[in-house]
């Protein structure tokens, strides 16, 4: 019935919808009419293959060649089409993603019926689906750029410059490690991304730790100020770390007028960057470190105590190895965030190069040289998946599951003492310079120039962008702002849950099901998060510029782009939680009749509750702070916040971007929250830490 019905809709598809896009808005039928008859045998396919699914199982071979071709002959004529016919390629529109659709259905359910996927349409329906999106808007677009770092301008195949690209000195130098000579932008890169990675783990554990195993009280309130330089776009951090550690900083000159500390421009390079990048990037490893802190056992701690370990031993050899699977998952992550940050090093890089930056310069920049940027977007691929390779040695094939099909009441065990104490020692810092940082942010928008000294109170920024009147026509939004929030609120709530359903579903997949090309499958999944969002950018307007896919200038390609530049933290944030939930729930689901369908909505969506929160928060907050994926894709009628604020710094309008910027702050914030009260937390029959007790003797 399936297969028929996806042969009704698309014949309906061809009758009705759209075929071409915006500069056509004829349909199939119309198409077929005016002599353009090729797009009709892809729809008799349909036709016949949900004829043929009528007929029974034995038919499944013969719907999956009928299924191909018709698919086939599509995307033959979608790019080869001028050849075929002569006229001038078509941008396909709704109607041709319809009948495509229902030709990747008709054809995934054969491949299952004769065995694939273990024969389970659902994995397979699933599979396919993500795996021809990913193609689609990931690895066609980048494969679109990549090729040009194999030509020369004029577009001629030059194997030599090429290898004269890859060698440069300025990309590998190390120089900088025996003399005062600057490193290579690779090494640059590497060392960032390294303590990133490491630092912001660092402090996420201790934040997720306190939170958790604590006894503290009141962590809404903690969970807030956790995920405020996550919500925040990255630019704006870096220039209130200017506005206090810069020559001219506040803190700069309180030192040099109270200590005789002489200034100095130590916050441009390395550690300014790396300031502003473990900022940024602790949240997040808050939230998947605290997920998985909350899928531990209490169990397995309670019967380390009943075997007389102390709070300090069993946290060191139950709590701490059950948590590697996370801390890889975050120091992947922020490994490889800090290799596609733009804005960051944009701002306070000064003569400190990284990779993200030269490849903006090289596309973006006098040099215009494209094909510098793809051979340093390759070396960018490269770093990733060594990355990835080396968690995958870290974790080896240990078992880390700790939520099975049992009771598992119980309470967590507290931290020890000198942990408790040495986390406390960590976070307090940072949570005085996060003060500080939003201190700087909040107050910006109130005065006249922050950044120059000019302390004069005003809402002048906040009526420039956000003024709101009332005309006889009713409310009007006159602020100049507006529209880009606007438009950046509905990309982004777009956005999130498809980010959210995609990633979570590829990580079941990956997790519980195995099949011919899983491996494959997950680096291709992963590909979006290695490229920087300047080249995803860049090759987002090569690829879909032109037919069939005329994406560019239309708010479709804004949401599609986020979709699958955020969808790597779903993945892994799912992988991570799933590594922990023994299979044996899923087999028990099935074992009582439920479809793999039914026990993934009944059974694992909501023991996933921590990932799922991680994924929307992160996915959302990220579509609404995004710099340098987007500024190649907004225009006029599509504008984004960010790209706006970033206007506004390059007109010297400091004031009016931070102003700006606090109200998303605020905004975000509210939404974090409002998904955090109604996803909720999974519920797994387990106390709360307790408060610490203080008393003679304790260990």
Partial sequence: MIDLGAAVAALLAFLVLPFAFVDDMRSGLGWLMSGRWHFAPSVLATLAVGFLATRGVATAGMRLIVATLGLGW?????????????RKLLAHGIGAAVIASALVLQGTRALATLGAFKADRWVATTTVTILVLVLTFVFFPVAKVLTSAFVDKAGTLDMSLFWARLTAPDVWGIACFYSSSACGVVTNTVVLGALAGLISTFLGLAFALLAQRGGMKNTRIFDALSVLPIITPPFVIALALVVLFGRTGIVTTILDNWFNIPRSRWIYGLPGVLI?????????????????????SPSLEEAAQTLRA????????????LLRPAIAASILLGFVESLA???????????FEVLSTKIFFAVAGAQHDPGRAAILAVILLALTLTAFWMQLVWLGKKSYVTVTGKGDSGQPLPLPKGVRIATLSVVIPWIIL???????????????????????????????????????????????????FNTTVMVSAIAAPLTTLIGILTAYVLVRHDFVGRRTFEFITMLAFAIPGTVIGVAYIVAFNVAPLELTGTGLILIICFVFRNMPVGVRAGIAALSQIDKSLDEASTTLGASTGTTVRRVTLPLLKPAIIATLVFSFVHAMTSVSAIVFLVTAKYNMATAYIVNRVDAGEYPLAIAYSSLLIIFMLIVVLAIQFFVGERKIGRRAVAAPVVSIGAS
């Avoid at 940024?280 to 605290?290: A, D, F, G, K």
């Avoid at 940050?341 to 003569?351: A, C, I, K």
């Avoid at 006889?472 to 939004?477: A, D, K, S, T």
């Fill in 74 to 86: 599509m995307i033959v004529y979608a790019f080869f089409g001028d050849m075929i016919d002569g």
């Fill in 276 to 296: 502003a990048q473990v900022l940024s990037q602790t949240p997040l490893s808050y939230m998947i470190l605290r997920g998985a802190l909350q899928g531990i």
């Fill in 310 to 321: 102390s709070r300090w031993v069993t946290f060191k050899t139950v709590t701490w190895p």
């Fill in 341 to 351: 940050d733009f804005g960051n090093p944009l701002v306070l890089g000064g003569s």
């Fill in 434 to 484: 996060t003060i500080l940082i939003y201190g700087i942010i909040v107050v910006g928008g109130f005065v006249k120039d922050i950044g120059r000294g000019a302390m004069t109170p005003t809402f002048e920024h906040f009526h420039t962008g956000f003024a709101v009147e009332w005309t006889e026509r009713g409310l009007f939004l006159a602020g100049s702002a507006w529209d880009s």
